[in-house]
């Protein structure tokens, strides 16, 4: 899973762009994330439906996978049934 | 991660929110989106190694930075302002260039050297009609985004590149995307070749702000326009808002009562000038940042509430904070080092040593990084024991007379404190005794006589040292400044090595 990868969820219409990688699995919704859309969506898994929102970053405990969502959906995104968190970031007074 | 992806997020988000005011046309973030896909498709077709600009500030100015993105080929703004030799040496760099801008001129001076030409309008025209989707080129970002010449103050010009992960990281983790609402806008007036003017594209296309485009400063558009647009943020050097300012105290009072948030940067913010801009924007949230080409901008600030609490305080070394950088941001590492590269402590002036994903520190020529990643930045400064940064001039513009070190700013401070000087240097002269000693060139207040050298002597001998006293003195109309605000040491000592 290297940086600039997209995927794309299985449940719902998340996408997401891996800024930092690793080689583990990404699932959202309960359903492994791929490079595109399979031709049936998968359930969305009521345990991974907290929804994604565009422009956050999620990450994993570890601190493993940073993962940029670039499009919204209902499901969540996680690893090995850890649910990644948005990163929080610091808010800084705008200096440009 | 490729940059162009910022825009790509802002135009899936709202298409219809427009993203920018430039000579009274308005375009959404769609359209944006739309001629920076013709763009990159005009840039891939050309097969050139780059993507020249050589023009104000415009869409096209816009369109090239993501166009270039997309099409996975570095863009190169270049400064317009350049005399004739110096620009010429620096278009023979980036041959073959997609150039956009002043055709006539760069047909005199570059003769033929493979460059595709285009004026602003004729590429911007070309790239809303080739309209189709682009593959974008490079998708991970390992490449060069965007390659500034340095302004080359001390030495020639440097090509510093900035790669995609180093422009991205540095938005990521100073903008949240689409924070802004959708009244917000930006007032963008430093031009398109300094990288205050790439950092304030990238940060309002992510924060989704209208950006209000100004082609070339001047302080009365300035005024009229922030008015227009009802402008709520912007960034100015130093020196453009003591032009503001000087108008807004001759009478001109446009209606900025939408005006939150005023950053500066880019040169040394004069104490009297911030203060007097303090007072007249009292609701007015005022941002000091501090950053390099070689660090995609940004990488120290002192915001807003620090700026008040120094205005307002009793304490010395709190109100001191008013002339300082602030602090790093989170994602930055810094360190004072001396000239050994060991570590120093607070209070201790030495060179400043940064590290971080949106530091490139990396040049067409050579990369300056050292071997755990940290940039020597070449400027000098020290911290105070609360961890704010204080500037203290280039590292380069150190005097050493006979193995002494001699900071400039120490010996203009004692200048300033003059009632009759306005402006003030201090530089290395040759000297056969010494191999440097000091010259100093300094410009009467209006009105006023400069001093004599020898109460110029006598003054930094009591306040200073001997060593300090300088051997050469001139005075003159005006010290020499870019454009950007910036001190042009070389042609002081120019003028000493001359005459």
């Keep these: 899973m290297k940086p600039g990868t997209r995927l794309k969820s299985a449940a719902c219409d998340t996408e997401v762009m891996v800024i930092r990688g690793a080689d583990v699995a990404v699932m959202c919704g309960g359903a492994p994330m791929g490079d595109a859309k399979p031709d049936a969506p998968a359930e969305l898994d009521a345990g991974f439906a907290e929804g994604t929102q565009m422009g956050k970053r999620y990450v994993d405990e570890a601190g493993r996978v940073e993962l940029l969502c670039v499009k919204a959906g209902k499901g969540s995104l996680s690893i090995d049934g850890e649910v990644l968190r948005p990163k929080e970031a610091k808010t800084l007074p705008s200096s440009d | ?499």
Aim: proline share 6%; net charge negative; hydrophobic share 45%.
């Design chain 2, 1 to 499: 991660m490729n940059i162009s992806l910022l825009l790509q997020m802002a135009a899936d988000a709202d298409p219809d929110r427009v993203g920018l005011v430039c000579d009274g046309r308005r375009w959404t973030y769609g359209e944006l989106l739309k001629a920076s896909k013709g763009a990159a498709v005009l840039f891939r077709d050309s097969g050139c190694s780059h993507v020249g600009l050589l023009d104000e500030s415009s869409e096209a100015a816009v369109l090239a930075l993501f166009g270039a993105a997309m099409a996975g080929i570095p863009y190169v703004p270049l400064n317009y302002r350049l005399a004739d030799p110096d620009l010429a040496a620096l278009l023979g760099r980036i041959a073959p260039a997609f150039m956009i801008g002043d055709v006539e001129r760069i047909q005199r001076l570059d003769g033929d050297s493979g460059h595709r030409l285009n004026t602003r309008a004729d590429f911007v025209a070309a790239a809303e009609a080739a309209a189709g989707d682009i593959e974008v080129a490079d998708e991970a970002g390992e490449g060069i985004a965007v390659q500034i010449f340095t302004s080359g103050t001390t030495s020639a010009p440097k090509a510093a590149l900035l790669r995609h992960a180093n422009l991205a990281s540095y938005i990521f983790g100073t903008v949240e995307f689409c924070s802004a609402s959708p009244d917000d806008a930006v007032l963008v007036s430093v031009p398109p070749y300094h990288i205050a003017g790439i950092a304030a594209l990238l940060s309002s296309v992510y924060a989704m702000r209208r950006i209000a485009l100004l082609p070339a400063f001047e302080p009365d558009a300035w005024l009229s326009l922030a008015a227009s647009e009802g402008v709520t943020n912007t960034f100015v050097v130093p020196t453009m808002l003591a032009r503001i300012i000087a108008r807004m105290d001759e009478g001109l009072k446009p209606d900025l009562s939408g005006l939150r948030a005023i950053a500066y940067g880019g040169g040394k913010m004069p104490l009297e000038l911030i203060e007097r801009a303090l007072q007249l924007f009292p609701d007015t949230d005022f941002t000091n940042a501090y950053g390099l080409t070689e660090t995609s901008s940004t990488i120290a600030l002192l915001g807003p509430q620090e700026h008040r609490a120094a205005f307002e305080s009793d304490d010395p070394d709190a109100r001191a904070r008013l002339a300082s950088v602030g602090r790093p941001l989170p994602t930055i590492e810094l360190e004072i080092r001396d000239e050994e590269g060991r570590p120093l402590p607070a209070g201790e002036r030495g060179e400043i040593y940064v590290r971080g994903e949106q530091v490139s520190g990396e040049y067409r020529e050579r990369k300056a990084l050292d071997a755990d990643g940290w940039f020597p930045t070449r400027d000098a400064g020290w911290l105070d024991g609360e961890g704010y940064l204080f500037l203290a001039g280039r590292a380069d513009d150190v005097i050493v007379r006979g193995g002494e070190n001699i900071s400039p700013s120490e010996i203009e401070e004692v200048l300033l404190g003059h009632p009759a000087i306005a402006d003030a240097a201090a530089v290395a002269v040759p000297s056969a005794e010494w191999g440097e000693a000091v010259g100093i060139a300094v410009v009467a207040r209006p009105e006023q006589v400069a001093p004599a050298e020898d109460e110029l002597r006598e003054l930094i001998r009591a306040r200073l040292r001997s060593s300090r006293v300088p051997e050469r003195v001139a005075v003159l109309d005006v010290l020499p400044y870019n454009e950007m605000g910036k001190l042009l040491r070389r042609e002081i000592r120019a003028l000493f090595a001359n005459g």
